[in-house]
């Protein structure tokens, strides 16, 4: 008995260079209840037992060894300082190294809070704490590595905070598993989303086709719009073709084979949008045909009708006098187009359907007018033809866009309010990404916020309001991790049928998330399922 109990006095060991091999004895082990240094350097180990019973454990020497799996040392809830310097079989378990490395990091700031219930706020200053801690702390690979590095550091320590607030199985592990039965938090909010290690995407073609003269050394003309074309009943298309614009052309790219289908010029214009729309066409002996119409819009005003199996740019639409920011089709009517302007309008056209000679007429039907200029526009999904939503410099708006009402010209109905970085509500900030998820969840951005808002239409926006030019706060759901940058008009975008989140940001990278497994009450804090490779960098090497 006295033998265990000096034994359980031992605050710290020291076994360098003493040739374990193999295996610690958690007999042993077991009775070093108040051990809190360990150095096991300069030895053979290959492995940790899972059951070594050192709850005081604090530092951990583990250099020049052979392990090849670190998992074990989560059963340290106290580590806080690992060293683990050449264990050659540790360079392809990267993840698990920082994996553990994050746990010892976390539990040092976390775990000795006896209570792991957190308002919104709790969890915002943890998450910042946490990853602040380990991005300063983990040190890994070539400084040519860095930015990767810092990056996989990241994405793992994202989701050793979801495993460590209870909402993965501590059985199965985050990567790719779904919210827990048992991960609830206060209010509407039901538990925070997960990220999964389950897409995998590489880029498969590099072009750089809106280069002025298709000059090589061109790397300043900007690529502001891309849309893929709509599949037609026929089939005489695959769905593979995308329309890119930037600069002065509009280009049809072929995404399986990265071929230039078709490229349209116009000098003097820098193109900013495209919209695909399908219309019904009477050809030369009159049968009816559908056929893929693109409008492409920038700089100048002008919106260009492109009749793409044609080869042909049928018509224009002077439509404003000052350079257009984005367009909309109708997804309910197919002549239906909206143009949003730098004149701080949005224009509803009817842009008719060309006869066989091509002869058509356009005509406007609504006047929207904005306090500033309309950067994104998005169609409420239930009622496409009764409201729209668009993201400004100054703001989110929404508009009745109804066509029995007299009235053609027409102020907004509803300004938006979203939190700020201090913690209130505002109006006044710009919002450049604005798009639905679902039928209810929209998806909006602001630079400078370092987050991406999803919030409730429905709960937003009170049919029964009375008035217009109301101020509502947006009912926000989720607050997804983004870049911190400054720099506007990154493009964000959606894919409703798998409730995907994209969004670029200021390096080149994309950003993904999948959303695809929780219902609107299960959305909170989620974190990209990867973030892409820096194409920017990738050009440059080639």
């Known amino acids: 008995m006295q033998r265990i109990k000096v034994l359980s006095q031992i605050n710290k060991l020291i076994q360098f260079a003493t ?52 998992t074990a040392l989560k059963q340290f809830p106290l580590l806080e300082e690992l060293t683990y310097e050449n264990n050659v079989y540790l360079t392809v378990m990267f993840s698990q190294v920082l994996l553990c490395f994050s746990a010892l990091v976390f539990c040092s700031i976390l775990l000795n809070k006896p209570s792991l219930s957190y308002t919104a706020e709790q ?40 495993f460590r607030q209870g909402l993965c199985s501590q059985t199965d592990g985050c990567m790719g598993k779904g919210v827990s039965p048992s991960a609830q ?35 300043k003309t900007q690529l502001w719009s891309c849309v893929f074309e709509p599949l037609l009943d026929c089939g005489a298309r695959k769905g593979e073709t995308v329309a890119t614009c930037g600069g002065e052309s509009v280009c049809l790219i072929d995404c399986e084979t990265g071929t230039v289908l078709k490229k349209y010029k116009v000098a003097t214009e820098e193109f900013f949008s495209v919209a695909w729309t399908t219309l019904t066409m009477v050809i030369g002996d009159s049968r009816k045909k559908c056929h893929n119409i693109l409008a492409a819009a920038g700089r100048r005003g002008i919106v ?37 302007s730098y004149d701080k309008r949005i224009a509803l056209w009817d842009i008719g359907i060309p006869d066989c000679d091509y002869n058509f007429k356009a005509s406007q039907l609504l006047l929207l007018e904005a306090l500033s200029i309309p950067l994104r526009i998005a169609l409420v999904p239930t009622c496409p033809d009764q409201y729209l939503l668009a993201g400004c410099e100054s703001g989110c708006f929404a508009w009745n866009i109804k066509l029995d009402k007299e009235q053609k010209s027409r102020p907004f ?12 509500m505002t109006t006044s900030h710009r919002v450049d990404g ?36 109301r101020t509502v ?8 991790e983004w870049s911190t940058t400054d720099l506007s008009y990154l493009t964000l975008s959606t894919c409703p049928a798998k409730e995907y989140v994209f969004c670029g940001d200021e390096k080149g990278s994309v950003w993904m998330y999948n959303l ?19 194409i920017t960098a990738i050009w440059k090497k080639s």
């Open 413 to 424: 109905e509803v300004l938006f309010q979203f939190p700020d970085e201090d913690g209130g």
């Open 304 to 340: 260009k009708l492109i009749h793409v199996a044609a080869d042909f740019c049928y018509g224009e639409i002077k439509a404003h006098k000052k350079p257009i920011a984005t367009v909309c089709f109708s997804p309910t009517r197919e002549t239906h187009l909206f143009t949003a």
């Open 473 to 480: 706060g947006a009912v926000i759901l989720a607050e997804l």
């Open 185 to 219: 938090t206060s209010g509407d909010l039901k538990g925070f989303s997960h990220f999964s290690a389950d897409v995998s995407a590489e880029p498969l073609h590099f072009l750089q086709c809106h280069s002025k003269g298709n000059s090589r050394e061109d790397f």
């Open 123 to 162: 969890v915002k200053s943890i998450k910042k704490k946490f990853l602040k801690s380990v991005q300063t702390n983990v040190v890994y690979g070539p400084s040519s590595l860095s930015e990767f590095t810092r990056w996989r550091v990241r994405y793992v320590s994202l989701t050793l905070l979801l």
């Open 434 to 469: 604005v798009a639905f998820l679902n039928n209810d969840v929209v998806v909006s951005k602001s630079s400078k916020l370092g987050c991406i808002y999803l919030w409730s239409w429905s709960r937003s926006f009170d049919t029964k309001g009375k008035g217009c030019q």
């Open 19 to 70: 040739s374990l091999s193999e295996y610690l004895d958690p007999r042993l082990f077991s009775r070093l209840r108040h051990l809190q240094k360990l150095d096991l350097s300069d030895n053979l180990l290959d492995k940790f037992p899972n059951s070594l019973t050192l709850p005081d454990l604090r530092v951990l020497n583990c250099n020049n060894n052979k392990l090849e799996d670190v």
């Open 516 to 534: 695809s497994s929780y219902t609107t009450r299960q959305y909170h804090c989620s974190f990209p399922t990867q973030s892409l490779v820096n």
